[in-house]
């Protein structure tokens, strides 16, 4: 096989129902991923995960991780993948299962690569999207809405198939979502700052920053770069302008 699956998981993101937990962990177990991690599921009853997993799929579970927020799930991640079936302004453009699956075969290979799925009754919000660095529609013929462990199914089956060819290039190991989120912050406090951004509401004017960063694929020492350049900056406004007050934090509640 050409690519580390392992690299690839699987993040469940405020799932509604225990057996769609276990479900999407079989449906994942059966094309070669491990990596599960669930965030403020509302009802995380072992039983019940453990009764559709099956015992095929009991040692996921056993490796599940459970977060109370999102951005710790996803720190150790260079890439992350969010799943959607909407449109809209805050929401680049999404690519096929099929397409998506190819990009990510080079790609996982040196990098820990994370499918991101929201709650089973909405979807992703345009908050959950900003740390992803692409998205994916499962096409339907009309009724759009699917089963969450029939979508992980979906993308896990087009990533296991897509692992089965030889990589075309190679692709360099990327920032961690920790990495990224740092520096996203340290721009957002010194933009605000020097007026670039409207501090009165900061993450809209920071999302094409985001997009853009995203599709530049940073590494880890380019990051320490920018950074250092944003302390530089800093330093400058120091001497010349007064600190922002700081505003509540960006925490989802």
Known sequence: MKVKLENIGIILHRPRYPEN????????????????????????????ILKMATHNAQEVIEAMEVHDELEDALAGYQYVVGTTARKGSHRQAVKSPRRLAEELVTLSRSNRTALLFGPEDRGLTNRDLRY???????????????????AVMVLAYEIFLASLDE?????????????????????????????????????????????????????????????????????????????LPSGPSEREE
């Open 21 to 48: 937990i276990g479900a999407a962990a079989r449906a994942a177990k059966n094309m070669g991923i491990g990596r599960l991690a669930v965030v403020r599921p509302e009802d995380c009853d072992l039983t019940r």
């Open 132 to 150: 992803c660095d692409a998205l994916v529609t499962i096409p339907t013929a009309e009724f759009a809405s699917l089963n969450l462990a029939q």
């Open 167 to 243: 990589p075309k290039s190679f692709v360099p190991r990327l920032a961690e979502k920790i990495e990224m989120e740092a520096l996203y912050a340290q721009l957002q406090d010194i933009l605000a700052r020097i007026h670039f951004i409207n501090p009165e509401n900061p993450e809209y004017w920071m999302t094409g920053i985001r997009r853009f960063f995203s599709r530049i694929e940073l590494r880890a020492r380019e990051v320490r770069m920018l950074r250092g350049i944003c302390r530089q900056m800093d330093w400058y406004c120091e001497q010349r302008l007064p600190r």
